[in-house]
């Protein structure tokens, strides 16, 4: 069951960008573990971070929320992460991100920063197409993928659900992202993501692109990265104002993994 993101983890989201736009670093919070060894250990903390009290192993590609430098560290930085089910399960979105700790920074990559691929659009406008051209010797038409589609919602048609202030919270009983008291006239979702890859590929199950309004058709707000082909990252800054929300997709091996999303009014 999902659980709403605390307001405290908006603001801290929020200053976060403040900083990175500011230093220039990073468009985005995103970092991955990339590792030769395969994996990070975190180190978990209780009051004084100085104390450890477990320290917990994430994989190559597993994605968290970059917050801060670790203080007085210079080789670590202090990160948040979803805390993962026991249960393995096909696809997980994580609205909330529960899990903080350390993590050596040597062993970790922010996501904007690993190889791009290449955007361009359709010709009706309405796809936005991501190319991996980092090997040019690769033919044009066996090169890995990921399409998105956006078109017009007929969410107005669906039922809706508000919370005490009118802000729509659900649509069809799943948490909206994007919009607020009244659903706009222009309004557009994500309809489909597809991944296209030689021997593989895959569309995007519902639950990963289910009520995302409003997505960025602006390249300057989206982008496609990778470390590999098995791990691939697509990350989007969507909606705006009051209504702007940040998400990530982890696609392994062509497949969509898991989600993070967190609402971060402009």
């Known amino acids: 069951m999902m659980i709403s993101v605390s307001k405290a983890f908006y603001l801290s989201v929020f200053c976060l960008f403040s ?20 994996y990070a250990m975190v180190r978990v903390h209780k009051e004084d971070y100085r104390k450890i009290i477990d320290k917990i192993r994430m994989k190559t590609g597993d994605v968290f929320v970059y917050v801060k430098p670790a203080p007085g560290e210079t080789e670590w930085i202090w990160i948040k992460y979803p805390e993962k089910d026991d249960t393995e399960k096909p696809f997980v979105r994580y609205d909330s991100i529960t899990k903080e700790g350390m993590v050596n920074k040597n062993r970790v990559v922010f996501v904007d920063q690993l190889p791009h691929f290449t955007p361009s659009k359709s010709k009706n406008g309405k796809s936005l197409i ?54 706009p006239e222009d309004l557009t979702e994500i309809k489909s993501i597809r991944v296209q890859q030689p021997g593989r590929g895959s569309v995007f199950v519902r639950d990963a692109i289910k009520n995302m309004f409003m997505p960025t058709m602006d390249f300057s707000n989206i982008g496609v990265t990778a470390i590999d082909n098995d791990h691939i990252f697509l990350y989007m800054i969507n909606g705006s104002g009051a209504n702007r929300y940040t998400t990530i997709w982890t696609i392994k091996q062509g497949k969509v993994e898991s989600q993070i999303i967190f609402k971060n009014p402009e």
Do not use: C, H
Request: aromatic share 6%.
């Open 19 to 38: 900083l990175a736009l500011m230093k220039g670093q990073n468009k985005v919070p995103f970092g991955v573990v990339k590792a030769e060894e395969g």
């Open 130 to 183: 991501f190319t991996d051209d980092t090997n040019p010797k690769i033919p044009g038409n066996q090169r890995t993928k990921v399409i998105i589609d956006v078109y017009p919602s007929y969410a107005k048609l669906k039922k809706q659900e508000k919370d005490a202030n009118g802000n729509i919270i659900k649509i069809d009983k799943v948490k909206s992202w994007g919009v607020g008291t009244e659903l």
